[in-house]
């Protein structure tokens, strides 16, 4: 295929991409998670067409319910007439490095609804539960024309603080009775939060949990950003409308307030960030791949000739030099 076949294709498929056609998004966002060439180009012709969704990140332990919070979402915003993504950050198999795809199994009664797309992906052994194109396969499903983007991740602890530079609003499930639970929030989770759900609050011990949450909030600093905690059954869909409520709420105060621009920010340059680490990354090895290797260089470290502090600054010095 010629190179003028190619750019063609690329061109035909960022097209399919914008009218919403499925095949071709699912085709892209598994080359981007693939890392294959010419993807990325594919992706930065889509971005002037994105920033018109709104992405919802769930988070919180396993066993928690966000599945089934989502599930419930995704119905509710369905009848609403939203067209709904569904990005599901399932655990790598220790195999394949592959989705389980835990998440799509639960969610299947959605299959067959032209107006919703979920995606599972892989972790990838990313602590953060994020996988390291979350971000360009929420870009992707912007592009199509998806109203609402939800991003659940995987419950692990206080990493997960990663949801805050994809999601514009935060929803925290926890559940009653779990002590450890409690301590995790404690660690960083609670500072991420914009809406905290007591899921499974038909269990004894949730109003104990609601009066805990409430208290280690009002230890935050003053001026910190309001946050609402509510009860469910998700199960059964009960304080599922009071949930799609605070959301609403809480993108109303971020449409007419400056922290919706601060926010806004902080995304553009947490990616920003992201990818110049990514980028360094793989010069750094393409470099070392040309030269001495990795695997000399990791010789030479393991017999004590060099730390790995002044090799990685030496390479980094090369890079800089030929920049």
Do not use: W
């Not at 992405?55 to 396993?62: A, D, E, S």
């Not at 602890?157 to 929803?171: I, K, N, P, Y």
């Not at 499974?200 to 600093?221: C, N």
């Not at 601060?262 to 990616?271: I, K, W």
């Amino acid at each position: 295929m010629t190179s003028d076949n190619v750019r063609a294709g690329a061109v035909s498929r960022v097209e399919d991409v914008l009218a919403g056609r499925v095949v071709s998004a699912a085709r892209l966002m598994r080359d981007l998670d693939d890392l294959v060439p010419g993807a990325v180009d594919e992706l930065k012709h889509l971005y002037p067409h994105t920033g018109g969704a709104f992405v919802l990140g769930v988070t919180g332990n396993p066993g928690s319910g966000k599945s089934t919070i989502v599930d419930c979402l995704i119905r509710r915003y369905r009848d609403a007439g939203l067209r709904v993504g569904v990005v599901a950050i399932d655990p790598s198999s220790p195999f394949t490095g592959g989705a389980i795809l835990g998440d799509r199994i639960r969610m299947q009664r959605h299959a067959t609804d032209e107006g919703v797309f979920i995606r599972s992906m892989a972790t990838r052994g990313h602590l953060g539960g994020l996988s390291r194109s979350t971000q360009d396969v929420i870009s992707v499903m912007d592009a199509m024309g998806h109203d609402l983007i939800i991003v659940e991740t995987v419950g692990v602890g206080q990493d997960e603080v990663d949801v805050v530079s994809t999601a514009h609003t935060s929803v925290v499930v926890v559940v009653p009775g779990l002590g450890d639970e409690i301590q995790a929030i404690k660690a960083g989770i609670l500072e991420i939060a914009d809406i905290l759900v007591v899921n499974k609050a038909d269990r004894a011990g949730a109003d104990r949990t609601v009066a805990d949450l409430s208290m280690m909030l009002d230890l935050r600093s003053e001026g910190a950003p309001a946050v609402r905690i509510l009860k469910a059954v998700a199960i059964n869909e009960e304080g599922i409308a009071d949930l799609v409520e605070a959301v609403d709420l809480h993108r109303q105060d971020l449409d007419h307030e400056a922290e919706g621009r601060r926010r806004a920010l902080d995304r553009a340059e947490s990616r920003l960030k992201d990818l110049l680490r990514t980028l360094a990354l793989e010069s750094a090895l393409t470099r070392l791949e040309a030269g001495e290797g990795l695997a000399a260089l990791v010789e030479r470290i393991a017999e004590r000739k060099i730390d790995p502090y002044s090799a990685a600054e030496q390479l980094l010095a090369e890079l800089m030099g030929d920049s």
